[in-house]
């Protein structure tokens, strides 16, 4: 489930395909903060359960680089036990297309924009 700066995940119906990957609920918040020194930056916040465990943790993104929010955000579900292929953010990537849109409007983003290489993670 999507709305502007969060998007739901979770495997209760427990499809065919996804009847090995342990129960989860996650939420995934998402805004934009004006760093002083660093300007826009991307301050997520990934909080649910996995397999009954709770956990809850945030992380920033450079505004050049907040479109591997996916990405990050895969890696930190998969610290806290789900498995990579289950990833919260890419299931329904009808979804996934809206998050990437709102953050791009969030940003002022243009394709093109350039990138810092000293933000790629």
Known sequence: MFT????HRDNNDRPEHLRQVPPFSVDFYYEV???????????????GDVDGRHFDEE????????????????RVAARHGLPLNASPVMRG????????ADIRTKLHAKPGDPVNLDHVL
């Open 4 to 7: 502007p700066g969060h998007m």
């Open 33 to 47: 903060r004006q760093d002083p020194q660093q300007g826009p930056m991307l301050h997520m916040r990934l909080v």
């Open 59 to 74: 992380f920033e993104l450079h505004r050049d680089v907040a479109f591997n929010f996916a990405s990050v955000a895969t």
């Open 93 to 100: 990537h009808d979804e996934y297309d809206k998050v990437f």
